[in-house]
């Protein structure tokens, strides 16, 4: 049954990079919703999620967000030291040549991927009101989550072939995590820890990089627009699953 139901974000995965393959013209516009659709992931599905359990403390702290701030400094680190990050955004003819970045992101998509569907074989294995509820919330969100995936890779300077594979690896991930829950059950503490590092890992990725070459366009409003239904349209859908 969880797996079938599964398939239900295959098919939305796929509609949400096709949304962000027809309108990558609109550049500056699709950047400020996905950098909105990432700020909504982390805020209201992402983080609260990974502190839901009574997770492992370290120094007092829960270690979801010291790993959320891991994840932050990782990709901090990663773009400063192969040289990404120009300071120049304001250059509508800059692009970004870092296509290891970009592949390091959607992959992290397909792993957040693969614990939706790893979710939704866990509700269904706690009941099936449960199962149904889980599964609603990762349908509504992997829309984003396919949107993200394309954008990101592009946004990078791979190549559309390759943000199409790994696009489709977004979109089978779920029907795989929940095939993985008839075979092996993954301490949730671990997933938490992974869980706050990914968040910390989209956060920077929406704030420091993608959000300020969104703003660079012209139209400036419209963006800020998007932005904003972005993270609206994660509110509204983690919101409805609760």
Known sequence: MAVLVAFGSFITTLLGGYAALRIRSYRYLVLGLAAGLML???SFDLLPEALNDDPWRLFGIPTPLVAFVFGFLVLHVIEHAVGIHRGQASRESEVNEAPAVGLLAASGLVGHSVMDGFSIGAGFQAGAAVGVVVAVAVIGH???DGFNTYT???LYGNSRR???MLLVADAVAP?????LTLLVTIPHRL???YLGFFAGFLMYLASADILPRAQAGRHGAATLACTIAGVMFMLLIVGLAT
Do not use: E, N
């Open 175 to 179: 029907v795989a995590g929940a095939a």
């Open 142 to 144: 992997d829309f984003a």
């Open 191 to 193: 997933l938490d820890c």
């Open 152 to 154: 990101v890779t592009w």
């Open 162 to 164: 390759r943000a199409l």
């Open 40 to 42: 909504g992931a982390v």
